[in-house]
């Protein structure tokens, strides 16, 4: 079956970066585009960034633009995601989805790794 296992998540202080990865494993990854969604508590699930099957194309969520930046690996089927400057309003669960249709909407993600903690102090 899919999976898609995100690591890299932890307690920062503003400021400072982390990195977080994905791994994917059970669909033709190089077929997907893949991107990052973040869920702070109480609120929605927000688009951070995305990727095209082939890396061609990415779009930013407009706060993260020029801090964040989304890549990929098509043979070691992982996608990542480096977080600099990183602000309190960062925090949440970060998730990694991958989906046939590249897009914004998380409705859109057909699969969807079980998210990593990011927590960032002032």
């Known amino acids: 079956q899919v999976q898609l296992v995100e690591s890299g998540g932890g307690l920062v202080q503003a400021g400072n970066s982390l990195r977080l990865s994905c791994a994917a494993s059970g669909l033709t990854f190089k077929d997907y585009a893949v991107a990052w969604f973040r869920q702070a508590p109480g609120k929605e699930r927000d688009f951070v960034a995305a990727?095209?099957?082939?890396?061609?194309?990415?779009r930013y969520l407009d706060s993260v633009k020029g801090r964040f930046a989304i890549s990929r690996d098509n043979f070691k089927n992982t996608v990542s995601l480096q977080m600099n400057s990183l602000k309190p309003e960062d925090t949440g669960v970060y998730y990694c989805?991958?989906?046939?249709?590249?897009?914004?909407?998380?409705?859109?993600?057909?699969?969807w790794g079980q998210g990593t903690q990011v927590t960032v102090s002032s």
């Open positions: 990727m095209t099957y082939s890396g061609a194309g990415t």
């Open positions: 989805a991958a989906s046939s249709a590249y897009g914004t909407n998380w409705r859109g993600y057909e699969y």
